[in-house]
């Protein structure tokens, strides 16, 4: 069995298999231990390692930034989805999904697994209050987020949230969690079909939600600003009510980043990934760096990260009216976004704001900052991406040295 990110060439991939099958006179049969499929990534409080969940091998990496080598393999007890540092930076809480899942509490001095906390249906992300009291675990297929209390271990509280949660933030000052939602509930033949995102006051567990627009779906990703000022969602936005004739300019789908306003719990808008003529296919992961200066988003589809200037992204939105002045109006054919509802259709909307960095490896997936840098797990190829995040041309990304082998 060949793995690929890619079935671009499925002449040369099966002409490889061909071969490998006649040297060795005997079928192929790759074990899951083979690889490791890197996926969320987190950096240590020492900001001199990154922590890698690998979903394929069921473990955590301990990655030395400096030299980029392996410092430690953690074993989990299944597969890891998500993990979050508790404040002191010295446990690492894992999500480890499975029909009954766990979290791991990972001793990041001993780099060894001290315990377990039982959780529900494939738990996928995880979110950490400021003071370590609770930890907010979302049950994916439970449609729940569990709230566990750190010291007892013991879940306190389930609170229902829409369809399969899939990842959460949280607050600075621990009031509010953010959820994202990964897939809509609603019929498929009305009009308005969406995932929303839940907002959970931790005071008294009390949800409501935030609805994406109409076609938004897929979500990934979610991360909050480091001042606790907007949440940031990756997702799919589809164009369903459109004919299904072309891909081209997002006839069908279009990759998008939807930005909340944190503290007023409210829907700022929702721009796209995408350029006019060429797409960021699947975005996964997202990020900030330390002064929230820059928005990160992986494309686990088109192996790239996109880099986003946060400040001039809000500015920009901020200039635009939710109506214009008749009188004023601008010229359609410079400014595609007139208004705040064109923003989600402006394929244009991010140039200027935003860099395309293309990655060494297939299928990037979590991403983590420390300093300049980001590492990003290269799913597909089993590599960690090095990417200097100054605007320095030429050096855009460096494969991690301990890659088994190309996919």
Request: glycine share 8%; with cysteine; hydrophobic share 45%.
């Given at each position: 069995m060949i793995r690929s990110a890619s079935l671009?060439?499925?002449?040369?991939?099966?002409?490889?298999?061909?071969?490998?099958?006649?040297?060795?006179?005997?079928?192929?049969v790759a074990s899951a231990a083979d690889w490791l499929g890197p996926s969320?990534?987190?950096?240590?409080?020492?900001?001199?390692?990154?922590?890698?969940?690998?979903?394929?091998?069921?473990?955590?990496?301990?990655v030395e930034v400096a030299s980029?080598?392996?410092?430690?393999?953690?074993p989990v007890p299944a597969t890891p989805t998500a993990m979050a540092l508790c404040p002191e930076g010295t446990t690492l809480y894992v999500t480890c999904a499975a029909p009954a899942?766990?979290?791991?509490?990972?001793?990041?001095?001993?780099?060894?697994?001290?315990?377990?906390?039982?959780?529900?249906?494939?738990?996928?992300?995880?979110?950490?209050?400021?003071?370590?009291?609770?930890?907010?675990?979302?049950?994916?297929f439970n449609n729940e987020v569990a709230v566990i209390d750190a010291a007892s271990k013991e879940t306190v509280a389930r609170v229902p949230v829409i369809r399969e949660p899939h990842g959460a933030v949280i607050t600075p000052d621990g009031?509010?969690?953010?959820?994202?939602?990964?897939?809509?509930?609603?019929?498929?033949?009305?009009?308005?079909?969406?995932?929303?995102?839940?907002?959970?006051?931790?005071?008294?567990?009390?949800?409501?939600h935030i609805r994406l627009?109409?076609?938004s779906t897929a979500a990934r990703g979610i991360a909050m600003s480091p001042d606790g000022r907007y949440v940031y969602v990756t997702h799919i936005l589809a164009r369903y009510q459109m004919p299904t004739t072309q891909l081209e300019r997002g006839w069908m789908n279009t990759n998008a980043l939807t930005i909340i306003d944190a503290a007023e719990k409210q829907y700022v808008n929702t721009v796209l990934l995408d350029d006019v003529d060429l797409g960021a296919a699947n975005p996964w992961g997202v990020t900030t760096n330390?002064?929230?200066?820059?928005?990160?988003?992986?494309?686990?589809g088109t192996h790239e990260l996109s880099v986003i200037d946060a400040k001039g992204l809000m500015e920009k939105l901020a200039g635009i009216p939710e109506e214009p002045d008749p009188d004023q109006m601008p010229d359609r054919s410079i400014y595609a976004s007139v208004r705040q509802?064109?923003?989600?259709?402006?394929?244009?909307?991010?140039?200027?704001?935003?860099?395309?960095?293309?990655?060494?490896?297939?299928?990037?997936?979590?991403?983590?900052?420390?300093?300049?840098?980001?590492?990003?797990?290269?799913?597909?190829?089993?590599?960690?991406?090095?990417?200097?995040l100054e605007d320095r041309p030429g050096r855009l990304s460096t494969p991690s040295p301990w890659a088994p082998r190309p996919r």
């Open positions: 671009s060439r499925p002449v040369e991939l099966l002409s490889l298999a061909a071969l490998i099958l006649c040297v060795a006179g005997s079928p192929m969320a990534v987190t950096a240590a409080a020492d900001r001199e390692h990154v922590f890698v969940a690998c979903r394929d091998a069921d473990q955590v990496l301990v980029g080598k392996v410092a430690g393999k953690i899942s766990t979290v791991a509490l990972i001793d990041v001095e001993k780099r060894s697994v001290t315990g377990t906390i039982p959780a529900g249906h494939t738990a996928t992300g995880i979110a950490v209050a400021p003071d370590n009291s609770r930890l907010y675990v979302c049950n994916r009031d509010t969690v953010f959820v994202i939602n990964h897939l809509p509930l609603d019929p498929c033949d009305e009009f308005d079909v969406a995932i929303e995102v839940a907002v959970i006051n931790t005071e008294d567990n009390e949800v409501h627009p109409n076609g330390e002064d929230g200066s820059l928005i990160l988003v992986a494309h686990a509802s064109d923003v989600p259709n402006d394929l244009a909307f991010l140039v200027g704001l935003r860099r395309r960095i293309k990655l060494d490896g297939n299928g990037a997936h979590g991403v983590a900052v420390i300093g300049e840098t980001a590492y990003v797990g290269m799913h597909f190829s089993d590599t960690l991406a090095e990417v200097d």
